[in-house]
C-alpha cells in the first residue's frame, strides 16, 4: 500500500500529505538531510513542490546520503535559511493512481466479504514485510492481499479472506 487521493475530483483541491522529514542542516550552504517515510523516492525529484509547515519549497537537488537523502532547496543557499525547518514534516500533494490503494483513503473504510457481512472498519495500517496488514477496529489483522474489491464511493473494502480469519 502506498501513503494519495486516487479518488479526487479533478477540480478537486489536491490532498497534501507527508512524505518525509528534515532533519539536520548539513554543511553551509543549505543542504539539510532529509528522511522519507514514502516509498517513492521521486518525491524528491529536481523540481518537486514540497512544504514544510507553512513554507513552500521546491527541490534543486537530492541525493541518497547513508540512509537518508541529501537535498537542497531553491533559494535556501545558507544553513541559517535550513535551521528553522528541522524536524518539519516534508508535504508534498497527493499522487492521482487510479489502481492504487492509498493509506488514507483505506482508514476508515468498512470491511466487507463477498456475501455482505460486516467485520469493522480499518483502525489503521500496519507495514510488514510479507504484505500491509489493515488494523481492524477489534484489532483483527488483515492481509491486504485478500482485498478483491474497493468501493471508493461506499468506503468499502470487499475482503476474500480464508475461513477462520475473522472471529
Not at 21 to 35: Q, S
Not at 89 to 114: F, I, M, N, S, Y
Not at 153 to 158: A, E, G, P
Amino acid at each position: 500500500m502506498t501513503p494519495a487521493d486516487p479518488g479526487a475530483h479533478p477540480d478537486a483541491p489536491q490532498a497534501w500529505l507527508e512524505v518525509g522529514r528534515i532533519g539536520r542542516p548539513h554543511g553551509l550552504r543549505g543542504d539539510a538531510l532529509v528522511t522519507l517515510s514514502t516509498d517513492r523516492p521521486e518525491r524528491l525529484d529536481p523540481g518537486t513542490r514540497l512544504r514544510a509547515g507553512s513554507v513552500a519549497l521546491e527541490v534543486a537537488r537530492s541525493q541518497p546520503y547513508q540512509d537518508r537523502w541529501l537535498v537542497h532547496f531553491v533559494g535556501v543557499d545558507h544553513r541559517d535559511a535550513i535551521e528553522p525547518l528541522r524536524g518539519v514534516a516534508l508535504q508534498a500533494e497527493a499522487l492521482d493512481e487510479p489502481d492504487t490503494l492509498w493509506v488514507h483513503t483505506v482508514v476508515g473504510a468498512e470491511v466487507v466479504t463477498p456475501d455482505g457481512a460486516s467485520h469493522g472498519r480499518v483502525a489503521s495500517v500496519l507495514a510488514n514485510p510479507a504484505h500491509d496488514l489493515l488494523v481492524l477496529d477489534d484489532d483483527t489483522l488483515v492481509p491486504v492481499v485478500f482485498i478483491v474489491e474497493a468501493e471508493s464511493t461506499d468506503d468499502r473494502l470487499v475482503v476474500d479472506a480464508p475461513e477462520g480469519l475473522f472471529p
